[in-house]
């Protein structure tokens, strides 16, 4: 199955850098100290609901689209949710449903898995296979955003070059994210609405075929 890149986890979870650039970003203190926060904040929550507006922009064909997204995360439980795409996980197994090819994908979590399809994994993305840098602050309908590039240690597996964040700091929320994509196409989220401490269901995060169309095929990718 061919996933559908979010934001982002994307996830997407970007303009190539240069060899200078790698060397002086391996460990931006100011950068680091504002996502240590996040990571932080994030994990005293026992549940997180958000609401984002996801952006397609294909520069190339100059198109670009806007769509509506739901994430629930509890803990390493997680719920994606956008227009003909669910993607969610109890922490063992993961589950990918496609709308318009009717299927679901069984597969194992991975260590390798792109955190912008795992919003459980968003909010810590930086401490592994990325370099960092404090851009400065930008203010956004009267607020002040920490600005935040991420780049990643092996650009060559990645099909995007660079990743933005837009950090609430007082808060400890990404607000905002950008992927730049390699290809000319980039994904951005912006966040609408972030609930903590809700209190949701387990069964959410686990597939229960009654609730899907009956003709939907199911595919177990597991070893």
């Given amino acids: 199955m061919k996933k559908i890149t979010v934001l ?3 996830i997407s979870l970007m303009i190539n850098y240069t060899v200078f650039a790698q060397n002086v970003l391996t460990q931006d203190p100011t950068a680091k100290k504002i996502l240590d926060n996040v990571s932080k904040t994030t994990k005293s929550y026992t549940a997180i609901q958000i609401k984002f507006e996801y952006t397609i922009e294909n520069k190339q064909e100059k198109v670009k689209q806007t769509n509506i997204g739901y994430a629930f995360l509890k803990g390493i439980k997680y719920k994606l949710i956008i227009p003909g795409t669910e993607i969610f996980s109890d922490g063992k197994t993961v589950w990918s449903y496609i ?4 299927e679901i994908d069984i597969t194992a979590p991975s260590d390798d898995e792109e955190s912008l399809f795992n919003p459980a994994k968003l ?7 990325f370099k960092y840098s404090y851009i400065g602050d930008n203010k956004v309908n ?3 955003l920490a600005v935040i590039d991420l780049f990643p240690e ?3 597996k990645k099909s995007y070059s660079r990743i933005r ?15 730049f994509g390699k290809n000319g196409i980039d994904y951005m989220i912006d966040v609408k609405s972030f ?3 809700v209190k949701i269901n387990d069964a959410l995060f686990v597939f229960d075929k009654t609730k899907y169309p009956k003709n939907v ?5 597991r070893e």
């Fill in 217 to 221: 095929e199911v595919v177990d990718m």
């Fill in 195 to 197: 609930k903590t401490d």
């Fill in 165 to 179: 964040l837009f950090v609430d700091n007082k808060k400890g929320q990404i607000v905002s994210i950008k992927t």
């Fill in 8 to 10: 982002f986890l994307a």
């Fill in 99 to 102: 709308k318009d090819a009717e």
């Fill in 123 to 129: 909010f810590t993305i930086y401490e592994k296979g």
């Fill in 142 to 144: 009267n607020v002040n």
């Fill in 154 to 156: 092996d650009p060559s």
